[in-house]
């Protein structure tokens, strides 16, 4: 009886245009993660912006209602500058927390689309590996 003959091996040529197109398709999964990634991230920067836009108009009060005591101890009126006074320094403090608080996020907030490098780094490895 006349056994079946196994399928050949692929050539060379099939082989190198499997690994071009399996290339392909990391590289296209390697932008898509990466604009996610960022995506994510800046969305995060956004709203740490948004904090520090925040304490900016808060201190920018603040900073009107120090201005109106100043205002009124020149005018003399005794009782209405210390109010104006004490508005204004409270203002100004929950200002001041609020901006520090973005910055120190912004700070701390790291960019670099980690889980990209790591993927990018796995494929160059495998496709050295392929062509070993």
Same mark, same amino acid.
Not at 31 to 48: H, I, M, P, Q, R
Not at 62 to 68: D, R, S, Y
Not at 71 to 81: D, N, Q
């Given at each position: 009886? +006349?056994?079946?003959? $196994?399928? $050949?091996?692929?050539?060379?040529?099939?082989?190198?245009? @499997?690994? *071009?197109?399996? !290339? &392909?398709?990391?590289?296209?999964?390697?932008?898509?993660? #990466? %604009?996610?990634?960022? *995506? !994510?991230?800046? &969305? %995060?920067?956004?709203?740490? /912006?948004?904090? +520090?836009?925040?304490?900016?108009? /808060?201190?920018? #009060?603040?900073?009107?209602?120090?201005?109106?005591?100043?205002? +009124?101890?020149?005018?003399?009126?005794? $009782?209405?500058?210390? #109010? #104006?006074? +004490?508005?204004?320094?409270?203002?100004?403090?929950?200002?001041?927390?609020?901006?520090?608080?973005?910055?120190?996020?912004?700070?701390?907030?790291?960019?670099? $689309?980690? @889980?990209?490098?790591? !993927? /990018?780094?796995? !494929?160059?490895?495998?496709? %050295? @590996?392929?062509?070993?």
């Amino acid at each position: 009886m +006349i056994q079946p003959r $196994p399928d $050949p091996e692929p050539s060379l040529g099939d082989l190198f245009a @499997e690994l *071009s197109r399996e !290339t &392909s398709t990391l590289v296209r999964q390697e932008v898509a993660l #990466a %604009k996610t990634e960022l *995506s !994510t991230k800046a &969305s %995060k920067v956004g709203k740490d /912006v948004a904090f +520090i836009g925040a304490g900016a108009a /808060v201190a920018y #009060a603040g900073f009107l209602a120090i201005l109106a005591a100043v205002i +009124i101890i020149l005018a003399g009126v005794l $009782p209405w500058w210390l #109010a #104006a006074l +004490i508005v204004g320094l409270v203002v100004g403090g929950v200002g001041y927390f609020l901006v520090d608080k973005g910055l120190n996020a912004l700070k701390q907030e790291d960019v670099a $689309p980690h @889980e990209t490098l790591k !993927t /990018v780094q796995d !494929t160059a490895q495998w496709a %050295k @590996e392929q062509t070993q």
